[in-house]
Every structure is written in structure tokens, then in C-alpha cells.
T-cell receptor, first 109, second 116 residues
Framework: GQSLEQPSEVTAVEGAIVQINCTYQ??????LSWYQQHDGGAPTFLSY????GLEETGRFSSFLSRSDSYGYLLLQELQMKDSASYFC??????????FGAGTTVTVRA | EAGVVQSPRYKIIEKKQPVAFWCNPI?????LYWYRQNLGQGPELLIR????????DSQLPKDRFSAERLKGVDSTLKIQPAELGDSAVYLC??????????????FGNGTRLTVT
């Protein structure tokens, strides 16, 4: 089975940097993804790490360390529109995608 | 491209009543998923289809839940009879290939079910 841990809430001010950590335990690990979900909306894909290292997409970056079963999502230059829930999700080699409980990010002016 | 379309957006029913949800995936996406999301939690997989074949339904409560994907396109998820604990958001997603990283999932806006 899979288990994922991520903080439940993070609060920061506009322009700040936020790091959301995700640790996981899974059999047949394939990769780590991140999804964003605004209140009442659909989860939307942000990034994917299949190999160790950093992936950068604009203001968002994601990191993976397979040996540590650990990854993080880095949100830079926070904007009010970044207030949302962020989910890490592990892919396993049986093509299953399992989500964490999510981290609610609140951005304050 | 048009996104994943789900209907209805909201549904309120009394317990023991049946309910059905409909999903139209992105054109060309062979893989379709139904997830359930409880308040404050992440989505939990109910069933995954590859074309018209259900390849993973291990988390589907088969005593009351059923799903079908005729012709490998649209899909319906049914609950009969509904219980209070079924209140949740039911999300449909699709992907071009088996959802592995570079084939991310595209989610619909979901159906918010309230069972009273």
C-alpha cells in the first residue's frame, strides 16, 4: 500500500516562499506528482518528478529524493491566487496514483 | 481542448435512494478514473478504466457501487442505495495513457453529493 504525509496547513504573506514537504512509503514507487486544488474546483496538475532532483516550472519548483522517500513543492513569489490546497501524489508501477491528504496554503496580504 | 465534463454538479438525495453520476472525458484519453474526495482529504481512487475495461476496482464498494464505461468513452458511476457516509465529492479524471507522471490526470469539477 501507500502512505503519504504532508503538513495540513501553511500560512505566508504575499511575495514570500513556501515549501511543502511530502514523505511517502510505497511499494513499487514510480514518481511523485503535485496537484493544486482551489476551493470548490478541480485538482490541476502542477509538476512531476520521476528522477531525483529539482524540476522548475515558473514560480513553482518540485524536488524528489528517492533514497529518502521525500519530496517537496516550492512556491516562490507567493500571490493571493496561490491560496489553495496542494496534494502530493505517488505513482506506483501498477499505474496507481495515490494522493496525500493535502496542504492548505493561505496567502495573506 | 475541452476539459473533463461531469454532471450533475450538485446532488442532494435521501438515504437509501439511488444516484448516478456521468462523466465525459477529454477526447482521445483512453484512461478514465473515478475518485471520491471527502472534505479536507485527498482524492481516493474508486475505479480505473483502460478503454472499456475496468482494470482496477479494488477500492470500489461493490455491494452498492457500480460503474460502466460503454464504448470506452463516457462513464457513469452509480450508488444504490446511498448511505449517509457516501456524502462526498465524486471526481472523474482522464489521462492520455496510464497515469504515470508525464501523462497527468485531468480532473472534472466533480459532483458534490449530499445524502440526508
Amino acid at each position: 500500500g501507500q502512505s503519504l504525509e504532508q503538513p495540513s496547513e501553511v500560512t505566508a504573506v504575499e511575495g514570500a516562499i513556501v515549501q511543502i514537504n511530502c514523505t511517502y512509503q510505497t511499494s513499487g514507487f514510480y514518481g511523485l506528482s503535485w496537484y493544486q486544488q482551489h476551493d470548490g474546483g478541480a485538482p490541476t496538475f502542477l509538476s512531476y518528478n520521476g528522477l531525483d532532483g529539482l524540476e522548475e516550472t515558473g514560480r513553482f519548483s518540485s524536488f524528489l529524493s528517492r533514497s529518502d522517500s521525500y519530496g517537496y513543492l516550492l512556491l516562490q513569489e507567493l500571490q493571493m491566487k496561490d491560496s489553495a490546497s496542494y496534494f502530493c501524489a505517488v505513482s506506483s508501477n501498477d499505474y496507481k496514483l495515490s494522493f496525500g491528504a493535502g496542504t492548505t496554503v493561505t496567502v495573506r496580504a | 481542448e475541452a476539459g473533463v465534463v461531469q454532471s450533475p454538479r450538485y446532488k442532494i438525495i435521501e438515504k437509501k435512494q439511488p444516484v448516478a453520476f456521468w462523466c465525459n472525458p477529454i477526447s482521445g484519453h483512453n484512461t478514465l478514473y473515478w475518485y471520491r474526495q471527502n472534505l479536507g482529504q485527498g482524492p481516493e481512487l474508486l475505479i480505473r478504466y483502460e478503454n472499456e475495461e475496468a482494470v482496477d476496482d479494488s477500492q470500489l464498494p461493490k455491494d452498492r457501487f457500480s460503474a460502466e464505461r460503454l464504448k470506452g468513452v463516457d462513464s457513469t458511476l452509480k450508488i444504490q442505495p446511498a448511505e449517509l457516509g457516501d456524502s462526498a465529492v465524486y471526481l472523474c479524471a482522464s489521462s492520455w495513457a496510464r497515469g504515470q507522471g508525464h501523462s497527468p490526470l485531468h480532473f472534472g469539477n466533480g459532483t458534490r453529493l449530499t445524502v440526508t
